[in-house]
């Protein structure tokens, strides 16, 4: 039995962070039910290099975070797709959304309002910079909180400026940072019998991802900028090989003496870390030297028998051909969309459980593919259901003849 089994979680999110937080869940067992708009799909659905899958609003940036959901298509500014909603609400132990701050609350369906109606319910609202504040009515994305909060400021070097990184990392962590915060609150409802709701920002998740830099500043005044491959020690960071970068992790004490005494230049081994930092441009000239003597592979498995950690830098797809890949069931396969022969692998989880791993049960929904289903399943009568079909309320997907 995984954690979140017996758990409802009504996901009206879009984009990356708030789908990734409530994906998280259902790889873990809960019945996710992604809340989609008719006729305004979630744009992420439309994205991808694969055209036709954009057209069908099954993109793959969609697909990422998509499987084991199920999708129901209500239009939250009718009438009836409000009811529909707080239908779904009443037994629901999670709500997940990020809708621009106070949207939600002016359809009526804001914390105040279903907490009349569900106070068991966890209601996490995940925003731009809060719920309140001078910025709170603000949205924004990955970028540009990478921007705003400073990360960029610290990615690349002098000669480049400021880069984003290259995967949408404030995304899926604010998506982790979201889940855990719906975990703790789920936790605590266990002691308390009471719900709540959670006020996450994705300005705040960035700094929190800068941890050690805003410490630094604030701590100890160091200003942060651009270190682009290098560090302040010569042991870690990335250097040429006979065939491309080797990135060299010999961070600590022993490790730097394994590698000066593996490259056979035991003289170099310094006995304080301030004596590495001080022998920076002498110790990265001789690495600079040896490294090019070697292939980045011959050198992955001479130092990894030296207990020194290093790895060549690899494109996605050898990285995807890692035979420790095998053994953790991170990445896990899916049937291929729109009647398409064979699967695609999405990463599903980063752990392992002795019991309860998380998994993929079902693929990535279409638009309302699970309609009707579900709002029987909320006591509403074939007959309701067709009515709001009619009034545009609500949309059930239909699949193709075959």
Known sequence: MRPFETLRVIDATHVLAGPFAAYQMAVMGADVIKIDRPGDPDQVRLQGPDREL????????????????????????????????????KDADVFVENYRPGALAALGLGYDA????????????VSAFGQHGPRGTETGYDFVFQAVAGLMALTGTDATGPLKTGAPVVDYATGYMTAFAIASALFLRERTQRGQHIDLAMFDATLMLM???????????????????????????AY????GLL??????MRQ???????????????????????????????????MRTRTATEWEGFLRD??????????????????????????????????????????????????????????????????????AEAGYSAAHIDQLIRDGAAVQHQPPAS
């Open 211 to 237: 941890s050690t830099h805003v410490t630094a500043l604030t701590a100890a005044g160091k200003k942060p900028h651009p270190e682009g491959n290098t560090f302040n020690v010569a042991g870690v960071g």
């Open 240 to 243: 040429e090989t006979a065939d």
């Open 256 to 290: 730097q003496k394994r590698l000066w005494e593996a490259l056979g230049r035991p003289e170099m081994v310094k006995s304080t870390h301030a004596a590495r930092i001080a022998a920076h441009a002498e110790e990265a000239a001789i690495l600079r030297a040896e």
């Open 306 to 375: 030296h207990g020194v950690p290093a790895g060549k830098v690899r494109p996605l797809h050898e990285a995807l051909e890692d035979p420790q890949l095998a053994f953790r069931g991170v990445l896990q396969p899916a049937p291929k969309p729109l009647g398409r022969a064979g699967t695609y692998l999405v990463p599903v989880a980063p752990f392992l459980m002795s019991d309860g791993s998380p998994h993929l049960d079902r693929p990535a929904p279409r638009v309302g593919e699970h309609t009707r289903a579900v709002l």
């Open 54 to 89: 954009g057209a069908a609003e099954m993109g793959t940036t969609y697909l990422a975070q998509g499987a084991n959901k199920r999708s129901v298509a209500l239009d939250l500014k009718t009438k009836g797709g409000q009811e529909a909603l707080k239908a779904l609400l």
């Open 114 to 125: 279903v907490s009349q109606i569900n106070p068991r319910i966890v209601y996490c609202s």
């Open 247 to 252: 990135m060299l992790g010999a961070a600590n």
